[in-house]
């Protein structure tokens, strides 16, 4: 599986994608993105089956990144990784098409809930 | 304008301890023990800026020392592996999950800024027309670490509620 990780934040995007593997997801194709825009594009162009996404990003927020998608007809895996947790949010991350909601900080066991249906 | 809950330290710790667990003491063998009044020369600041329906900023400080052992924690590396690039990202990422959790906390309309790293003492750092409204402080291995909340003037005259 292709899974596109898209954060600004370098430290997080290596948090992300070793949680992955400590909630047993490895062997998979890890994919960066550093802003909203390069996962927008990243999105387009490589056709990840998996999009983990910060909310707070420079360029495109998450939630205008999986808005553009959806507008665009692609219905990729998509879901959101933030520290910023409201209920406002998580109804925009849902009215937008999202999957799922990771708070941060998690853990891989949350990982775990929260993957297995999707990647196995 | 209505009251609002504003966070407070032992809301700081709540989210101190998630941070420990999850990323920078996952097995529990060094934890952050919160402690007053501890004489924090902070050496490393990081920031994020709210606003919204609350202004003012959240602060996460350390001793250079304890920022690289975060740093090393957060990358699964060693702490002279670490680079200062490292330190500052980390540093950045922790603001911002404080930040983002206390968001949670306030009314709904609040923004979080990107987070803003400064390697200088406490006295380096200015934060215009902003009072510290709460600090957690205490120590991680031995070593001063603190987070801190400064509310913006106009909000601070008895609106809020603790």
């Not at chain 2, 009251?3 to 420990?20: F, G, K, M, R």
């Not at chain 2, 667990?21 to 990081?46: C, K, Q, R, T, W």
């Not at chain 2, 001793?63 to 950045?92: C, P, Q, T, W």
Request: some cysteine.
């Amino acid at each position: 599986m292709k899974i596109l990780i898209a954060d600004d934040s370098r430290v997080m995007r290596q948090i992300v994608s070793r949680t992955l593997r400590q909630a047993g997801f490895e062997g998979h194709d890890l994919i960066e993105a550093a802003d909203g825009r390069q996962a927008y594009d990243k999105a387009m162009e490589e056709n990840p089956d998996l999009i983990i996404s910060d909310w707070n990003m420079p360029e495109m927020t998450g939630v205008e990144v999986l808005r553009k998608l959806r507008a665009n007809g692609n219905n990729v895996k998509f879901g959101f990784v933030t520290s910023e947790c409201t209920k406002e949010m998580q109804e925009q991350a849902e009215e937008a098409g999202a999957d799922f909601f990771i708070i941060k900080p998690f853990t891989p066991e949350r990982f775990a809930e929260v993957f297995t249906p999707i990647i196995g | 304008m209505s009251l609002q809950y504003i966070p407070t330290a032992a809301d700081l710790n709540t989210i101190a301890e998630q941070v420990w667990s999850s990323y920078l003491d996952p097995e529990g063998i060094n934890p952050f023990l919160p402690e007053e009044n501890v004489a924090v020369d902070s050496e490393i600041h990081a920031s994020v800026s709210i606003t919204g329906s609350w202004h003012g900023h959240v602060v996460f400080a350390s001793s250079m020392a304890a920022a690289k052992r975060a740093a090393a924690a957060f990358l699964a590396m060693n702490e002279d592996e670490v680079s200062e690039d490292d330190v500052i990202d980390v540093m950045g990422e922790l603001a911002n999950i404080v930040g983002g959790n206390v968001k949670s906390m306030l009314p709904s309309g609040c923004f979080v800024s990107l987070p803003h790293v400064v390697s200088a003492p406490a006295n380096a750092n200015h934060w215009p027309a902003a009072e510290k409204i709460c600090e957690l402080t205490g120590t991680w291995m031995g070593e001063p670490i603190a987070i801190s909340m400064w509310q913006s003037e106009s909000e601070s005259e008895g609106e809020a509620t603790q």
